[in-house]
């Protein structure tokens, strides 16, 4: 599990976080006792502490980290939330094990990292935090409102058309698949998480930007909403991949789409494949340039790009030189965008429907509040079921069976879970270290299913097998099942319903690769 204080500055916000701690349980009063309440102070008061002591930026990620693995509780209400450390050991034993780096205060290898942090990735964290304290209280509501991926189908359907409809859908299923679930295999090992990288390429003006970037950040100009989650993707415009490679260090502990869209002026530089592919794969990236050493590092960033290809006679000709591109394609999901004379009658009637009003973008607010919690609620650490009473973050583990009761998170050092299929009967699931989200589980059926669902593909579109199609549908129908989260709570399942839709990405997928001759 990775440490909790990764920089002196954080070790300072932890000793504040412990002493705010200290002074909020003196506080507490015959009152507080009597109605077995505990005091606390709200965020704003806590950060104004670590403003005086010129440490809110370290202060809000050592605060989101806690929070995220469940060693923060709200001890007031929810329009009026107070917070209170649930365990201090666990914080103490942290601030007595960190050991300090010697490159950048521990922290960050380049200085680009450090600054990209300090000006993006604070912002973006804090930007989630409000939208949770903000919207967490909406999480029955939001659960009736998207309990599954159907109303997400037909609201797209709503916005881009029966026909169209997938282009909008797969970049909102890449924000959940920032939930960065572990998928489990029915022996019980993890098979991977569900991040992954998603790319829209053809010709220039077929909507390549509008059904990805625009919908996920919004478009003001336009009148398009944002849709993704709150905090959750970073805009990289006028990035070169040098500065790519090293502000992704920034986000070593913070899911986030990288949306570029520009694609291909990222190819006019040398050298940059190599380590493309390892943040792409979200692998330790070690470079050496004649800037200097960035990493070694692993960072959790997924990337949205779009990029030009010229196609004659459904062939696509990239617009990017460097031969070893391929292995980047590899390691995406990708869409083509064919400039066809029914692409074009849509394009000009959507934008119609658009100026004119007629598309009502409704669900944007509840899409990406239900994103933002769906993310939260998994990056948490451990899990309990809530059926059994008088749990405690210092319990011995304990089998479970996974049943319909309601289940929510809880975190400490020693927590996470491991899932053993009995083949038989119910699985079960003991917490173990080495898991700190939320786990999706994959079944021997739904294996079954992919391997048959890919065959039959191959044959269709003419392309040959490679190990990762069957990576990419598991991928893709785990973060489907998602969405799912808030309502199901985790473990959730894969469904064949799952794959289904995940399969129609991948067609359209197979599809292009055939087209183009990949």
């Not at 998928?183 to 390429?201: E, H, M, Q, S, W």
């Not at 050493?293 to 010229?310: C, I, M, R």
Request: net charge neutral; aromatic share 8%; charged share 30%.
């Amino acid at each position: 599990m990775k440490a909790l204080i990764s920089s002196q500055k954080e070790l300072e916000a932890a000793k504040l976080l412990l002493e705010l701690d200290i002074l909020a349980e003196k506080d507490e009063d015959e009152w507080h006792r009597v109605n077995k309440v505990k005091s606390g102070y709200d965020y704003p008061k806590m950060i104004k502490h670590a403003i005086k002591k010129e440490i809110h930026s370290e202060f809000s990620s050592i605060f989101t980290k806690a929070q995220r693995r469940g060693l923060i509780e709200n001890v007031g209400s929810n329009n009026h939330k107070r917070w209170r450390l649930v365990s201090r050991a666990v914080l103490e034993k942290s601030i007595d094990q960190f050991k300090p780096d010697s490159a950048q205060d521990g922290m960050f290898t380049t200085k680009s990292a450090a600054e990209e942090y300090d000006t993006i990735t604070v912002p973006l964290i804090q930007e989630f935090e409000t939208a949770i304290e903000r919207y967490e209280s909406r999480t029955g509501k939001l659960i009736k409102v998207i309990p599954d991926v159907k109303p997400l189908i037909e609201y797209m359907k709503h916005v881009l058309g029966d026909e169209y409809y997938l282009e909008g859908l797969l970049p909102l299923i890449q924000q959940y698949s920032l939930c960065d679930a572990t998928i489990i295999k029915p022996d019980g090992k993890p098979f991977g998480t569900t991040r992954f990288n998603l790319a829209y390429f053809g010709y220039t003006s077929t909507g390549k930007t509008f059904s990805s970037i625009d919908l996920i950040l919004g478009d003001e100009k336009s009148g398009i909403p944002a849709h993704g989650g709150y905090g959750l993707t970073r805009y990289a415009g006028g990035f070169t991949p040098s500065k790519f490679i090293q502000v992704a260090e920034a986000y070593k502990d913070w899911p986030v789409t990288i949306a570029v869209p520009e694609f291909n002026e990222w190819f006019k530089y040398d050298g940059m494949v190599e380590p493309l592919k390892l943040v792409m794969e979200g692998k330790i990236v070690e470079y050496g340039s004649t800037r200097g050493k960035v990493g070694p590092y692993k960072s959790e960033v997924s990337l949205l790009v779009n990029y030009n290809t010229s196609i004659k006679n459904h062939r696509s000709k990239v617009t990017i030189t460097d031969p070893n591109f391929n292995a980047i394609e590899e390691r995406t999901l990708l869409k083509m965008f064919e400039n066809t004379d029914e692409r074009t009658s849509w394009l000009r009637n959507n934008q119609k429907r658009l100026i004119k009003g007629d598309i009502i973008f409704s669900m944007a607010e509840d899409i990406r509040q239900h994103i933002t919690l769906s993310v939260h609620n998994s990056r948490r650490v451990g899990l309990i079921d809530t059926s059994t009473s008088n749990t405690s973050i210092n319990k011995k583990p304990t089998d479970m069976s996974i049943n319909s009761h309601s289940r929510e998170y809880i975190a400490s050092d020693e927590s996470s879970i491991e899932v053993f299929n009995t083949r038989r009967g119910a699985s079960k699931i003991r917490t173990y270290q080495d898991i700190d989200t939320a786990v999706v589980l994959l079944s021997d059926d739904i294996i079954d299913m992919v391997f048959s669902r890919l065959g039959t593909m191959m044959d269709e579109y003419d392309i040959s097998f490679s190990p990762r199609m069957p990576n990419r549908l598991i991928r893709m129908s785990a973060s489907i099942a998602c969405i799912r989260l808030l309502k199901e709570g985790s473990p959730v399942k894969i469904k064949k319903r799952d794959v289904r839709l995940a399969l129609e990405f991948l067609k359209e997928e197979a599809s292009a690769r055939s087209s183009s001759g990949k």
